[in-house]
């Protein structure tokens, strides 16, 4: 409210100076931005909220997805040991038997 009312006197004192055209374009330029950037902040200000909980349930859904990932991946390598553990039990059986064949045979 305070710059409305220094603004007021200030157009009447440009105006008594007689500006050139060019000079009344560049303020009324100049204020039609200073207007449209208090609009946009203004608006910025009451949508941020909004905006902040979408950001935080994008963050959120990222995170569960990368958990999701990590948890097949340890559920992978689970399996994987497992079928190596089996693999490596299956291979020990038929080997000892050829080493206890050699050894009467021998």
Not at 95 to 102: D, T
Request: with cysteine.
């Amino acid at each position: 409210m305070e710059t409305i009312q220094e603004l007021i006197p200030l157009a009447k004192e440009v105006m008594a100076q007689k500006p050139s055209r060019k000079l009344v374009k560049l303020y009324v330029l100049g204020s039609v931005l200073a207007f449209f950037s208090v609009v946009l902040g203004l608006v910025e200000t009451v949508c941020s909220p909004f905006s902040a909980a979408s950001r935080l349930r994008d963050e959120e859904a990222a995170l569960a997805s990368l958990q999701l990932v990590r948890e097949q991946e340890a559920l992978r390598e689970q399996a994987r040991q497992a079928l190596l553990e089996k693999g490596r039990k299956q291979e020990a059986v038929p080997f000892s038997r050829a080493l206890s064949n050699r050894q009467h045979a021998s």
